[in-house]
């Protein structure tokens, strides 16, 4: 490729989430024209899915789904360069910022950043149980994205299992659809409540998402519908797909047959795009994952790339739309502008939902030792079929990191690149060498950062050669 068909952008931001269409916007309203890698074919992220043109209402979705457009309408007012279905599938930084190779609609493209924002959004937690890999066991993330995409509801009274506020949220959108679910297990106990007594300041600064947890639990109690609490162990159960759930509680074993279970153990950074760039990473205790450092002031990572939103640290919609206004401050700010008026209160508001999310942690904490617990048999990743058992295996021949287990094993080899079982091999092997997961550390991530075909890569753009 000639250096004449690269591209220049001043301000590129890769996600159209809330942090990335709120850092878009307010950059447009200065008169920048900012670049948006989207890989979605329409704007607003997981949380605003499918919002420009919604399948569902409010009496189904909840006030919280349709607040976001107001901020999808400012994005599409904004004056900006909208890529959707667009993957950056490799990142290099240098001494005139960052290089990007993008996938734009099967086309291959080269582009020169000068700045950077990051707002890549989470993902669901990888959380391994015997069968997890079964057809009809799917991420209580992919049943909303069904809701919200196409209003698709379970055929039958799905189960649903894990801990996190999408799961009684998605329990109670089910119920609202006409489809409540058969049973909820939370994997938390009934003691974690102790935590709002022993945190009053941060249980005031959370008392809309607490209250408005109690709504929806209230609403599924009238309902009927069965919560249990202290999951200790789950198993999935089917030949071809699965046909029963096996649960313990309180160390006895349960059985109920059911074609669909959705999980949800949590959200956690979406982490290649920062890995891929070589973005230092620090494990969060109250999170239970890696989040990747950035300057707390400026959300700077690196000279001329900052980091915004979930994919930073998971904080919520409001939170991650806060944070893109003050990525676009921050690079007006390094432009010469006065900012510090605007940002002030976005600061102070940011502070106190961090409080809040400080508790939401700890009453939905994953619990620890799971992993280590599973039978030997139990897949670790699934992309490549690589067990409990054979990891086991490998740390006691002498794989003392993820690169040697990955060589020794294939695990974080496959389509997914890692992002399920990475977190899970970490934990493994600090539980073997009795150290902690930052002493650990996670797999190296090179391009690419997406999953391509041999096509796409043949006709992707190369940097251009001296």
Known sequence: ?????????????????????????????????????????????????????????????????????????????????????????????GAEGTTLGVLASGRGELWQVKRLIIASGAME?????????????????????????????????????????????????????GCPPRLILDAAPRSRYTALLRHPRDTWHARHYLFKGLRMMAALQRAGVTVQHGLEALEAEGETCLQAVRYRLAGRWHRIETPLLLTHFGVVPEPQMCRGLGIAFDWHVGQQTFVPKRDAASLAAEPGVWLAGDGAGIGGALNAEREGHLAALSILEAQGETVEDERRPVRQADGRDRQARGLLEKLFRVPEGWITAQPETTLVCRCEAVSLGEINA????????????????????????????????????????????????????????HSITLGELAASARPPTS
């Open 394 to 449: 490998a740390m006691r021949h002498g794989a003392a990191g993820p690169a040697q287990l990955k060589a020794f094993t294939r695990c974080g080899m496959g389509p997914c690149q890692g992002r399920l079982c990475g977190e899970s091999v970490t934990r493994l092997l600090a539980g073997h060498t009795g150290t902690t997961p930052e002493a650990v550390g996670y797999y190296q991530v090179r391009p690419p950062l």
């Open 125 to 177: 937690r990888g959380w391994p149980f015997p069968g997890w890999q079964l057809p009809g066991v799917m991420q209580a993330g992919a049943g909303q994205v069904l809701l919200k995409q196409g209003a698709l509801v379970p055929d039958s009274p799905p189960v649903l299992v894990g801990t996190g506020p999408l799961l009684y949220l998605l329990a109670w959108q089910y119920l609202r659809a």
């Open 1 to 93: 490729m000639s250096g004449s068909s690269l591209r220049h952008a001043e301000v590129a931001i890769i996600g159209a989430g809330p942090a990335g269409m709120a850092a878009a916007s307010r950059l447009a309203e200065a008169g920048q024209r900012p670049v948006v890698f989207d890989l979605a074919t329409s704007p607003g992220g997981q949380i605003y899915r499918q919002l420009a043109a919604p399948q569902v209402g409010e009496d189904v979705m909840g006030r919280d789904y349709l607040q976001g457009q107001a901020l999808l309408e400012r994005f599409g007012r904004a004056r900006l360069d909208y890529r959707p279905d667009s993957r950056a599938w490799w990142a290099q930084r």
